[in-house]
């Protein structure tokens, strides 16, 4: 019976760590219509990726800082000849509603690895951006 309980309490203990739920790392496919270049720009305007019409990259949700507690949040833009979109970290519900449950040990893994905020356009989950 020891046993069983030492498991769910560490089950819930992991449940809700954006870390483990989301990862450090976001996946974005940015299309353009018409098959225009689109480049790739970190928030120090560093040239990160490019492609013809299509580009997929794999992004960090925020920076890592050198304190646990507070994570940096990042910036990305695509952009091509005739568009800019801005990418933003915000962040995530894991993080927000999900770390009470543990204790306060899972904001200090998210702030440490990034994993607490999500990247955003328009105040949606940046996962596809299209172009014209």
Same mark, same amino acid.
């Given at each position: 019976?020891? %046993?069983? +309980? ?6 819930? @203990?992991?449940?809700?760590? !954006?870390?483990?739920?989301?990862? /450090? #790392?976001?996946? +974005?496919k !940015? ?5 225009? $270049?689109i =480049?790739?720009y970190?928030?120090?305007? $560093?040239l990160i ?5 299509t +580009? *997929? ?6 920076? #890592?800082? /050198?304190?646990?507690? =507070?994570?940096?949040?990042? *910036? &990305?833009t &695509? %952009?091509?000849a005739? *568009? $800019?979109? #801005? @990418? ?12 009470? &449950? ?6 200090? +893994? ?7 905020y $999500? @990247? ?5 989950? !940046?996962?596809? @951006?299209? &172009?014209?």
């Amino acid at each position: 019976m020891k %046993k069983l +309980v030492m498991g769910v309490a560490s089950l819930l @203990l992991m449940t809700s760590c !954006a870390t483990i739920v989301h990862g /450090t #790392k976001q996946k +974005v496919k !940015a299309v353009s219509n018409t098959g225009e $270049t689109i =480049y790739v720009y970190d928030k120090y305007g $560093t040239l990160i990726a490019e492609g013809n019409g299509t +580009v *997929e990259v794999s992004l960090a949700r925020a920076g #890592k800082g /050198t304190d646990i507690f =507070y994570a940096h949040p990042n *910036e &990305f833009t &695509f %952009k091509t000849a005739s *568009e $800019t979109k #801005k @990418l933003v970290s915000d962040i995530n519900p894991a993080y927000r509603y999900g770390n009470p &449950f543990t204790l306060g040990i899972g904001y200090m +893994v998210d702030n440490a690895t990034g994993a607490g905020y $999500t @990247l955003i356009y328009n105040g949606s989950t !940046a996962d596809l @951006l299209n &172009f014209k």
